[in-house]
């Protein structure tokens, strides 16, 4: 190209930038032709759109383009305005070069699907997969030639697409230092994000702040943009690879940064895919809940059969513990008694639920266990605990021990064991293993042979992810299913192994009890649009008496703890307080004895993200429906129209509310209402949630 005609003249001047041009008073005619031309002549306006795939219905279209310098980069567009702008795509290699630029399209495939698929337990029975799948092929124009696909599955509500790399002689093996995918947000928004790679791993309070504050940020992060149009980006299927994390880049970009391990984040041989990474779009908030894009990127059931595993409740010895009443290690304080766990398995048998959970019943937990999980013994109960007495004495009761595994991140000292510790579980009727891995993020302990060097592992690193598959496959084996606690994220692998049923994975309830400060009251509203997202959560609710360690308030009022059943969905809900509590508010606990926790459909009726919620979800195989709605700390009514009903039926609503005057703070947080209504299809419901508050609804049809 010409030089600029500034230089020409002989002005010694420098070459002015393309904005100073523009901004130039008096610009001669050849200045301007000379900022046409390198405009024209620009990589920016010399890429090409070479591929393009639309969602079923049109409204979403995915667009990738290649620019002058062979760079491949994706837009996403709704109804024509831009969700996604240009947006980079490609790796870095630790053992090769770049893959970026000098590529060319090399063939592309288009292909429809439209099936439906049903979950063996979930937040709804039947699931549609409906997407357009765009499949584009790009090779190097010049050196090795290396090959790879980019795979686009574009649905009604959101955009999935992964990287899949062939075998081939110039890439054997991948050390991915980097992935450049890119999220360039295409609209002002406010963020909904908790930070990545900090030392309590997940367990932060969520951050609100504009797009262009987001630090370095866990998935799923929500948006909102500032027209209302809510995003979230997450991943699909994180298997033997790194998690995703999120750093903000410039104008609205969100670049993705991988768990750190070495030598690499991520070390795979081809062929490989990696996750999907996903962008859920809605008009709605409620929209992002209701999603299945997640699920439906996933590998269907590779374990059969799974009607072992029995979506129920659970109580246990872990709320005393947590309010340092009893105690995990051995001596006067010991929980995990033979006395102690008997009087939970009494209280869960007399009330209907399936499981008593138990921490502290195993060798390792005296002294300091968090920084010695090597001491854990998976196979030997304490001696004040009659492990198989109790098990039989449960069974003849119809109810089931829940196992407890926390490993204090000696994660490889765990797995030398896990096997014999599953086929001991099975044999006791143990059908639940709780997991835990507590240490502070970047601390997992990972010892490849036994007596050999002990190395540093992330919570979310590609090592993690296999481990965590490792487990559940294990278990899967002996029927037993998968609660991890401190875990790696969600990515919707329940549906290819049905026996992984929750995680914690966020600050949970137990914060009530010694956190300072306690989860505050838009918190749980704010997880329901955020680590929900994801997948089900083991958030331990039912903390009716309110009140954690040294009396400490817990920012919630009554009717709120019964919503939590119902808002903060898993197949498997701890009824957490003591069984005392529990007497205290028998028409509370009614509730929860009743509450369904599997179920047919699932709807958001109302919602804004951290503000408020309500859900109504239909028990799975029966004609019932529970409502739960959840506020933040300012009152008000929610207007719930209630058409999801059956036509031509009457119901039974059983209304658990605020009291008249009830607040999140001090004595209030008691005032509390059951009152029963009859209502149809077609009726609109009026519920005042007060500042912290909630209600619960269970809708009975009536005969006739």
Not at 157 to 182: M, S
Request: glycine share 10%.
């Amino acid at each position: 190209m010409a030089a600029h005609p500034c230089h020409r003249r002989g002005d010694g001047n420098p070459r002015p930038s393309l904005r100073g041009c523009l901004q130039r008073r008096g610009a001669s005619k050849a200045c301007v032709g000379w900022l046409l031309a390198a405009l024209l002549l620009s990589p920016l306006a010399q890429a090409e759109t070479v591929a393009r795939v639309a969602s079923p219905d049109g409204r979403i279209e995915v667009q990738l383009d290649l620019n002058g310098e062979g760079r491949l980069a994706y837009r996403v567009l709704r109804d024509g305005k831009p969700v996604i702008n240009d947006s980079r795509l490609g790796f870095i290699f630790r053992n090769g070069r770049q893959l970026l630029r000098n590529l060319r399209l090399d063939g592309q495939a288009n292909t429809r699907a439209d099936t439906t698929w049903e979950q063996p337990w979930g937040e709804r029975r039947y699931v549609r997969d409906h997407h357009n799948e765009l499949r584009a092929h790009f090779v190097e124009k010049d050196g090795d030639h290396r090959r790879f696909d980019v795979v686009f599955r574009v649905f009604d509500d959101g955009v999935g697409f992964r990287y899949e790399v062939p075998r081939q002689p110039a890439l054997e093996q991948a050390q991915i230092v980097q992935e450049l995918t890119e999220f360039a947000i295409a609209r002002p928004a406010t963020a909904w994000w908790i930070p990545a790679l900090e030392w309590n791993r997940a367990e932060y309070l969520y951050r609100r702040t504009s797009l262009a504050e987001v630090g370095l940020a866990q998935t799923p992060l929500t948006l909102r943009t500032d027209d209302g149009l809510h995003l979230s980006i997450h991943e699909a299927a994180l298997v033997d690879y790194a998690g995703m994390n999120l750093a903000r880049g410039g104008d609205g970009q969100l670049r993705v940064m991988l768990t750190p391990g070495s030598p690499a984040p991520v070390v795979r041989a081809t062929p490989f895919a990696t996750p999907w990474r996903t962008i859920t779009i809605s008009e709605r908030a409620g929209g992002l809940v209701e999603s299945n894009l997640t699920l439906n990127l996933n590998e269907p059931n590779k374990l059969g059969e799974v009607s072992w595993f029995k979506p129920s409740k659970y109580v246990g010895v872990w709320w005393s513990l947590h309010l340092n009443q009893q105690s995990w290690a051995t001596g006067q304080e010991h929980g995990a008694t033979t006395e102690n766990t008997r009087r939970m398995i009494d209280f869960a048998a007399a009330n209907g639920f399936r499981g008593v959970l138990v921490e502290g019943w195993n060798l390792g937990w005296d002294g300091d266990w968090f920084a010695n999980g090597w001491n854990f013994d998976f196979r030997k109960p304490t001696p004040d605990y009659d492990l198989t007495g109790l098990a039989a004495y449960a069974a003849a009761r119809g109810v089931h021990l829940i196992g407890h595994h926390e490993t204090a991140c000696a994660v490889s000292h765990y797995e030398r064991q896990m096997d014999s510790a599953f086929t001991l579980f099975r044999q006791l009727g143990v059908e639940v293993v709780k997991t835990g891995y507590v240490c502070d993020a970047g601390q997992i302990e990972r010892q490849d042979t036994p007596g050999g060097p002990i190395l540093r592992e992330w919570h979310e690193g590609q090592w993690m992810s296999n481990h965590h598959l490792r487990v559940v496959r294990d278990a899967a084996r002996h029927h037993v299913a998968i609660d991890a606690h401190e875990p790696i994220k969600d990515t919707g692998l329940r549906r290819t192994y049905p026996n992984w049923v929750a995680r914690e994975g966020a600050r949970g309830m137990e914060y009530n009890a010694w956190g300072h400060p306690p989860n505050p009251p838009e918190h749980e509203v704010t997880l329901v649009f955020t680590r929900l997202l994801a997948g089900p959560m083991d958030y331990t609710p039912g903390i009716v008496s309110l009140t954690g360690r040294d009396g400490q308030e817990i920012q919630s009022t009554l009717a709120r703890q019964l919503a939590l059943y119902v808002g903060i969905y898993s197949p498997i809900q701890m009824v957490a307080d003591l069984p005392e509590h529990y007497a205290e508010h028998p028409q509370a606990f009614q509730f929860i004895k009743d509450v369904a926790v599997d179920w047919d459909e699932s709807r958001v009726l109302a919602g804004e993200v951290g503000e408020y919620v309500a859900i109504a979800r239909k028990q799975r195989g029966a004609p019932l429906w529970f409502v739960g709605a959840m506020n933040d700390r300012h009152p008000r009514t929610l207007a719930l129209a209630l058409e999801f009903l059956d036509p031509g039926k009457r119901y039974r609503a059983e209304i658990y509310r605020d009291g008249e005057g009830a607040d999140w703070r001090g004595p209030a947080r008691f005032r509390f209402v059951r009152e029963e209504k009859t209502v149809a299809r077609g009726d609109v419901l009026s519920l005042w949630l007060a500042a912290g508050g909630g209600a619960a609804i269970r809708l009975v049809p009536l005969d006739g």
